[in-house]
């Protein structure tokens, strides 16, 4: 079946670090993918997705590229803050379905 | 524009008893999903709905069942409630696309529901 998984965190990091959090896929057909943010005690927030292949979602300095070759849909930001500091989660809608299956999430600590 | 909204924000239950979750889609949105994310772990699919019918659900038991109003708000009703029900409660709205998927999918802040 379809799943999703992300690299294991906690991941810590100083402000202005580069940033990739790894996200792979197993699906059929043609998945759109999606990275969530969710903060303390809040609900999960849009960050960025792409629908198909090769296409490069970004959105507040964060990028994410759809690479079919490598069912993967890693998360990057060049520069992070430490309003950055939340977890992170990759998600797959499947061509045929509209639900939403998630990756365990990665936590991201970002230190002044 | 009025985003998602959910209520209660917080429950607290005992085991055995029933309890229902509201929650508000997004302005020009028709379709609802809802989640249950324990503790630590990714929110887990529960079921979906499209012109207040079920539209796909996920490995939950039948004591979790929902509705879908006309304004296409949503409740979900959880029965006979355990402790393992114990979880923050996402609803997500979104667009309907036609082709039987639900277009990007938006959440609300979610209701913790705690199983005593």
């Known amino acids: 079946g379809n799943s999703v998984t992300q690299m294991e965190g906690p991941v810590t990091l100083s402000e202005e670090a580069f940033l990739t959090i790894n996200c792979t896929y197993t699906a059929t057909g043609y998945p759109s993918l999606f990275w969530y943010v969710q903060y303390p005690g809040e609900g999960l927030q849009l960050l960025l997705k792409?629908?198909?292949?090769?296409d490069k979602g970004s959105n507040k300095g964060f990028e994410a590229t759809y690479r079919k070759e490598t069912t993967s849909f890693h998360l990057e930001k060049g520069s992070v803050q430490v309003s950055d500091s939340a977890v992170y989660f990759c998600?797959?809608?499947?061509?045929?379905?509209?639900?939403?299956?998630f990756g365990q999430g990665t936590t991201l600590q970002v230190k002044p | 524009e009025t985003g998602v909204t959910q209520s209660p924000t917080h429950l607290i239950k005992t085991r055995g008893q029933q309890v229902t979750l509201r929650c508000s889609s997004q302005s020009g949105h028709n379709t609802v999903s809802w989640y249950q994310q324990a503790l630590g772990q990714g929110p887990q699919f529960i079921f979906q709905y499209y012109r207040e019918e079920e539209n796909g659900r996920g490995n939950f038991p039948p004591r979790f069942s929902g509705l879908q109003f006309p304004n296409y708000s949503s409740e979900l009703n959880v029965n006979a409630l355990e402790l393992d029900d114990s979880a923050l409660y996402l609803c997500?709205?979104?667009?309907?696309?036609?082709?039987?998927?639900?277009?990007?999918?938006?959440f609300g802040p979610g209701t913790r529901l705690t199983v005593l």
């Open positions: 792409a629908t198909k292949a090769d």
């Open positions: 997500a709205s979104s667009s309907h696309d036609g082709g039987g998927r639900a277009d990007t999918q938006y």
């Open positions: 998600a797959l809608r499947s061509s045929n379905t509209g639900k939403l299956i």
